[in-house]
């Protein structure tokens, strides 16, 4: 499976972007996708996820009511709907997956994930 993340730009406080994240190669490969952000010199975090089994979606708290993760699997691409974003929202996004379902406590956990994709810059500034 390979994946590739887009959508990335400059954007004002209080505006939105829709990450797109295509995925190829044996789809069947892809059950939970996940949107992870890194900012320089601090951990990667985890911002959304959905299984694919049962459509089970996760957010962290700083994102909760304002990102909405969703995934179309007959274009064979995820998106993040961000809403209302915020200068601390500046990072770059990546895309990541594995096989199969991933229990709720650990979806959000880079370390289950061993697909990623190259990351895509979302700067937030006036």
């Known amino acids: 499976v390979q994946l590739q993340a887009s959508g990335g730009g400059l954007v004002q406080p209080g505006g939105s972007l829709r990450l797109s994240c295509e995925y190829s190669?044996?789809?069947?490969?892809?059950?939970?996708i996940a949107w992870f952000r890194q900012v320089p010199g601090k951990e990667r975090e985890g911002v959304a996820c959905?299984?694919?089994?049962?459509?089970?979606?996760g957010y962290t708290e700083s994102v909760r009511g304002r990102f909405s993760i969703s995934r179309d699997n007959a274009k064979s691409t995820a998106y993040l709907q961000m809403n209302s974003l915020k200068p601390a929202d500046t990072a770059v996004y990546y895309c990541?997956?594995?096989?199969?379902?991933?229990?709720?406590?650990?979806?959000?956990?880079?370390?289950?994930?061993?697909?990623w994709g190259e990351g895509t810059l979302v700067t937030v500034s006036s």
């Open positions: 959905q299984r694919r089994g049962d459509g089970y979606k």
């Open positions: 190669g044996v789809t069947s490969g892809v059950g939970t």
């Open positions: 990541a997956t594995r096989p199969g379902n991933i229990i709720t406590g650990r979806c959000l956990d880079q370390r289950v994930y061993d697909t």
